[in-house]
């Protein structure tokens, strides 16, 4: 077995986590599901938008891929969500007490 290890003084400051989806979602592509944005904006309540990005892939290949991402904050900006239908991109920065943060949630293709 393994001990629980507590420690006084926290020492990440800031946790990034990416979730890179096999194929883009297509719900994701146009607009953002009513259900997503009502789970994501309880715990991220700031919401911004951002119409288009533009990615070049590598400076050989002249690929670019375009996608819509939708931000989502925290009340003071200390956690960040990205949804975007190639990935999700989540990232917590250290500011003051520690907090659990607990998002679940199913994504299907009905």
């Known amino acids: 077995m393994h001990e629980d290890i507590r420690y006084e003084k926290h020492f990440l400051k800031e946790?990034?986590?990416r979730i890179d989806f096999v194929a883009p979602l297509d719900e994701l592509t146009k607009s953002l599901p009513q259900k997503?944005?009502?789970?994501?904006?309880?715990?991220?309540p700031i919401v911004e938008r951002?119409?288009?990005?533009?990615?070049?892939?590598?400076?050989?290949?002249?690929?670019?891929t375009h996608f819509k991402q939708w931000n989502f904050?925290?009340?003071?900006?200390?956690?960040?969500?990205?949804?975007?239908?190639?990935?999700?991109?989540?990232?917590?920065?250290?500011?003051?007490?520690?907090?659990?943060?607990?998002?679940?949630?199913?994504?299907?293709?009905?």
């Open 15 to 17: 946790v990034i986590v």
């Open 36 to 44: 997503v944005a009502k789970v994501a904006s309880q715990q991220f």
């Open 50 to 64: 951002t119409e288009e990005l533009e990615v070049r892939m590598g400076e050989l290949r002249h690929r670019k």
């Open 73 to 110: 904050f925290g009340k003071e900006r200390e956690k960040h969500l990205v949804l975007t239908a190639p990935f999700v991109f989540i990232t917590f920065s250290r500011t003051g007490k520690p907090r659990r943060v607990v998002i679940r949630g199913k994504i299907s293709r009905d």
